[in-house]
């Protein structure tokens, strides 16, 4: 496995990570949402959010191609989740100013980590694209010869 693949499952299980630690962050008391997130709905969220980044890990290392791919609009999707927490926490929550940015701020950490995981992808892609080349370039001399 290239470092360009262990470095973007290690960052896909950070961003799950922290896209949980925001969810359940959001269910204190503390947080003083006026709709309060119960626990219900934190674990609901948290079983569907292992499971998508389960399945497209498991995909990434049985190196199905589209795998990649499929973790792409997962992250994507957890990337808009950081900021409807965000939106959440400056209109519907009546806590003091420092709990909104602490939570704010680990949800911008979230969009980061993503943001940095979209980066490593993209250069695992071109790995992945030049490796492939290569091959094709050793078959061909070895077909002229």
Not at 32 to 55: D, G, M, Q, R
Not at 107 to 126: E, S
Request: hydrophobic share 60%; aromatic share 14%.
């Amino acid at each position: 496995m290239k470092k360009e693949e262990k470095q973007a499952i290690f960052w896909a299980i950070v961003s799950l990570l922290v896209f949980l630690a925001t969810t359940w962050l959001m269910t204190f008391s503390f947080v003083k949402l006026n709709t309060p997130a119960k626990v219900s709905e934190a674990l609901h969220v948290t079983w569907i959010a292992v499971a998508f980044y389960a399945a497209n890990l498991i995909l990434v290392a049985l190196r199905v191609k589209i795998s990649y791919y499929l973790l792409a609009v997962v992250i994507a999707i957890y990337s808009v989740g950081f900021v409807g927490m965000i939106s959440t926490m400056f209109i519907n929550s009546d806590a003091n100013i420092f709990v909104k940015l602490l939570v704010a701020a680990v949800a911008a950490f979230g969009i980061m980590v993503n943001v940095y995981w979209y980066i490593i992808a993209f250069r695992l892609r071109a790995t992945l694209q030049h490796d492939t080349f290569q091959r094709r370039i050793n078959r061909q001399k070895g077909l002229k010869r």
